[in-house]
Nanobody, 116 residues
Framework: QVQIVESGGGLVQPGGSLRLSCAAS????????MRWYRQSPGKQRGLVAH???????YYADSVKGRFTISRDNAKNTAYLQMNSLKPEDTAVYYC??????????WGQGTQVTVSS
């Protein structure tokens, strides 16, 4: 069994910053990718960023230059540093962990609200 726990969401003003954390625990042999998705009301869940085991990052165009993903392999934890936040970044942010055996697991999500 694998548990994924996200934290760090909240309410922030436009232009502000937040740092999300995603901690994986349980029966983890090896993690291939740690991914952040987001979903806002009426929209499909979309990929925001992911990071490989060698810390190679990928970003959606909408967050390039503003968000930074990082990873601590020893702690099975990924972080998403979000700067210059915009109202359109408002969403529930979900962490997804893809294991090298092909299985993937989701966290419960954390709400990020960008509003003045």
């Amino acid at each position: 069994q694998v548990q994924i726990v996200e934290s760090g969401g909240g309410l922030v003003q436009p232009g502000g910053s937040l740092r999300l954390s995603c901690a994986a625990s349980g029966s983890i042999f090896s993690i291939a990718l740690m991914r952040w998705y987001r979903q806002s009301p009426g929209k499909q869940r979309g990929l925001v960023a992911h990071i490989s085991s060698s810390s190679s990052p990928y970003y959606a165009d909408s967050v390039k230059g503003r968000f930074t993903i990082s990873r601590d392999n020893a702690k099975n934890t990924a972080y998403l540093q979000m700067n210059s936040l915009k109202p359109e970044d408002t969403a529930v942010y979900y962490c997804n962990v893809l294991l090298t055996n092909g299985l993937n697991y989701w966290g419960q999500g954390t709400q990020v609200t960008v509003s003045s």
